[in-house]
């Protein structure tokens, strides 16, 4: 029974470290407590996943069904990795801020959860009982600052988006079970759909849209920028780092497992929204003075690169991306809420100016953070914008490759600017020694840059096993 239950180790532990979060939270006592129980259920989560066998197959679990292989494990070590640095910068922000909110890392663990259960659904029931649980702690991170304006426009504005996507995907899901009778990922990919066709594609259309909003990608993004500058620093950087990531891994399963047939729908829908993703982020990213709205249009450009991938069926290049990306995120995420000056957390970009030269270490993290993002050769991004190239020109897609590479000299020309405003501009302000969390990260980060194009390929086998399962 034991080893039956080993593929939900990691969702249980996560789920018992909030719920123990939560009731330390009750009690003055214990309250500073809270933040280790979640911390530690973690990191113990992380350790189980990466500790566990990958047990293939499809497990039901008091009738909620679960998929176990290697694309679940991988992602979720990305989900587990991604809210632990996410909660690590949380803590720091609320003792900067001398905020006393317990539920703060209850409610980041619990969205992590959901996600967990969303990638590895095996039916559209679980997945949007996984997104769902996912979601609903989010627009409480997004408000969380009840006295700050802006926290409370993007929390609504969130909400509200959070709505019209579930409720176009919910009625995609619907359409789609009443012409073939099942929610089932497996028995609708065995289906045969030639009678049926037009009206799953209508279903599988309003699924899509459902899942752009939820996603960001042009031009269902507008919610993004908003939502990611009136957020909490943290939240904004959970956003980036694992929701993101968490979303993407969701849909790509959709479009893989049930619907893997339809690649003649795919092709061309997410060919194109992949197209002004990129273009449409890059000219976003031009006229930006707000490091976090920044940091929105960045991760909308990342994502087209995702569909871009997922549009000819190709999910090893999609998950090489997903790893190179998820380590420039995670730098330029630190970065973000690196920008402190007195008591305050700046988001402005002009307080770059002159820090590559009043801390040339810090500059010079800075700067590998930025050429990795940029998709400037020979740093990780690049490689990562090569693999998805890749990818288009094997299946002769020559214009929509052309297109994006062209598309990433925009992104380039900005990080870059951003470079030199570092080491060329009079400083503005002085900024305090980055906190611990952040340091970390920033190592992680640029040291990724330089190491990841040397092991392209152990990457590219990892891609590959974990993309074989689908």
Known sequence: MIGSFAPFFGETVVLVS???????GLYPSIRRTAGKIVFAGLAV?????????????RHLLHGIL???????????????????FSLAFGLDWLAYKKYRRYEFPALLGLSAFGMM????????????????????????????KKSGDRSTE?????IIASLLGSGLWLFGVSVIYAVSGTTDFKTLAELDTAKILPVLLFGVSFLTIGAFIKIGVVPCHFWMPDVYEGAPSPVTA???????????????????????????????VLSVVAVLSVVGGALGMLTQKNFKRLTAYAMIVANGFSLAALSVGNRAAFTVYTVVDGFAALGLFAIMLSLRAGDVLGEDVSLLDGQGREKPVRGALFSLVFFSFSGLPPFSGFWGVVSVA??????????????????????????????????????VEKLLPAPKPMKIALLLSAGAAVSLPLLLEPLARFAAKAAGLF
């Open 117 to 144: 259960t969303a990638v590895s659904a095996g039916n559209f029931l679980t997945q949007f009982l996984g997104l769902e649980i996912a979601q609903t702690p989010l627009a409480f991170l997004t408000a969380f």
């Open 66 to 84: 679960f998929v176990s292989d290697h694309f679940a494990r991988n992602v979720k070590i990305l989900i587990l990795a991604g809210t632990i």
């Open 45 to 57: 989560a992380l350790v189980l996943t990466l500790a566990t066998p990958v047990i293939n197959g």
């Open 238 to 268: 959970f956003f980036g780092l694992t929701v993101r990531v968490a979303l993407m891994a969701s849909f790509a399963r959709v479009v893989g497992e049930p619907f893997g047939s339809l690649l003649f729908f795919w092709r061309p």
């Open 390 to 427: 890749g990818a288009l020109f094997s299946q002769n897609r020559f214009f929509v490759s052309a297109v994006l590479m062209i598309g990433t000299l925009i992104p380039a020309y900005v990080f870059l600017k951003l470079v030199r405003q570092m080491y060329f501009a009079p400083t």
């Open 18 to 24: 909030c719920i123990l979060s939560l009731t330390a």
């Open 154 to 158: 993007a929390g609504v504005k969130y």
